[in-house]
């Protein structure tokens, strides 16, 4: 077994890696602030191929591999969370749900633009009601003449107010349960579909979370996404493909705080030598180095997984976003805890690190469900 990433792919990371602190470490504390979503950044980042990571170069994209992505995601967390969030729900949900299960005219119609960054995906499957349960939504889709009217609404989307296409789940048949769920494309300025509430976030603050309301919303037929009542099915598929890279997400956060906790420790002075020099604070930085490692680890086998072709990595993609965002989440208390103080202010990355690391362990799946998912997997 070969651990180590391609010459290609060192020159990926040192490219992304560079393009996070020349575009985006500048405005991280001024976006932050503000709850800006940077939509002045994105075509920079079509321009980059990180708007289309994964999608072939046919459609738009960049042709990369699953391990390319989690390079990509994991630099760009490592400066600012919040972008490699957005990054990683458009690549990710929207743009791989179509790419994955829509039509020829549907990819051409919509994974082209998504792909080089020229419109911004959302992607709606939870709900008020149905968050961890998401099987329990209550949007509804019913025919009618040449299409369907869906009426309901989604709860903290990714892009729910500045996404131009949606990829939104309803219930088409009610009786059928979760085969009973169906899968559709919506445009932004769509009658009846409108942006609802702003959500006010603890971290991450830079990436647009909204909901979305439906209200006697008409698409034609064409806006069907894969079989009608697989859309809960292609959903789980798309989760699945989607914690690798919340997982590179969690990574990429973990790996900002704990260089950043290095840094500080080297040069703070106390008891008149660098607080790095005790051993109470090198256990801290030894553990945090240890567990980013093994989590990169775990991440980067569940995209080689995936680009070796393996039909589900749904127990591996759920250990990798487990134990990633639980490592995340130690790196960044970590990091506030040798700041000191200092950790606790704004004139320091270390603050920023802690509010937006929580995340890491709800979206795309808590922990709690990802415990779950490998413990099924497990006892099949």
């Known amino acids: 077994m070969d651990f180590r990433i391609s010459e290609q792919q060192e020159i990926l990371r040192r490219t992304v890696r560079e393009f996070a602190e020349a575009e985006i470490r500048p405005h991280v504390m001024a976006w932050d602030e503000a709850q800006h979503f940077p939509s002045e950044l994105m075509p920079r980042l079509g321009a980059l191929g990180l708007m289309g990571i994964q999608i072939p170069e046919d459609y738009g994209g960049a042709g990369m591999s699953a391990v390319d992505y989690c390079i990509c995601i994991e630099e760009l967390a490592r400066v600012d969370p919040s972008v490699a969030l957005s990054v990683a729900a458009h690549n990710g949900l929207c743009t791989a749900h179509l790419f994955m299960f829509g039509s020829e005219a549907q990819k051409r119609r919509y994974v082209e633009g998504l792909a080089r960054g020229e419109q911004v995906g959302a992607w709606g499957l939870t709900e008020p009601q149905a968050g961890s349960d998401a099987g329990a939504i209550q949007t509804r889709a019913a025919r009618e003449a040449g299409g369907w009217v869906i009426d309901g609404s989604k709860a903290f989307t990714t892009h729910g107010r500045v996404g131009d296409v949606m990829v939104a789940m309803a219930v088409t048949d009610r009786a059928a349960g979760r085969h009973g769920i169906s899968a559709f494309v919506v445009e932004r300025g769509t009658p009846g579909m409108a942006s609802g509430r702003k959500e006010n976030k603890l971290g991450m603050r830079a990436s647009d979370t909204s909901e979305v309301v439906f209200d006697h919303c008409r698409v034609g037929d064409g806006q069907l996404l894969g079989r009608e009542g697989e859309g809960f099915h292609d959903a789980m598929r798309v989760l699945d493909a989607g914690r690798i890279g919340i997982a590179a997400l969690a990574v990429g956060l973990a790996q900002g705080a704990h260089e950043a906790a290095l840094a500080y420790a080297k040069q703070r002075q106390q008891f008149g030598r660098p607080i790095s020099s005790f051993?109470?604070?090198?256990?801290?930085?030894?553990?945090?180095?240890?567990?980013?490692?093994?989590?990169?680890?775990?991440?980067?086998?569940?995209?080689?997984?995936?680009?070796?072709?393996?039909?589900?990595?749904?127990?591996?993609?759920?250990?990798?976003?487990?134990?990633?965002?639980?490592?995340?989440?130690?790196?960044?208390?970590?990091?506030?805890?040798?700041?000191?103080?200092?950790?606790?202010?704004?004139?320091?990355?270390?603050?920023?690190?802690?509010?937006?690391?929580?995340?890491t362990t709800i979206g795309e799946g808590t922990s709690e469900i990802q415990r779950l998912v490998i413990a099924r997997e497990l006892l099949v």
Do not use: C
């Open 279 to 359: 051993q109470a604070v090198q256990w801290k930085l030894a553990d945090d180095a240890t567990a980013i490692e093994a989590a990169r680890l775990l991440t980067y086998r569940a995209a080689a997984l995936q680009d070796a072709g393996a039909p589900r990595t749904t127990r591996e993609s759920a250990m990798a976003k487990l134990f990633a965002s639980e490592a995340a989440v130690r790196a960044a208390e970590n990091g506030v805890q040798i700041h000191g103080g200092y950790g606790f202010v704004k004139d320091y990355p270390a603050e920023k690190f802690f509010r937006d690391v929580k995340l």
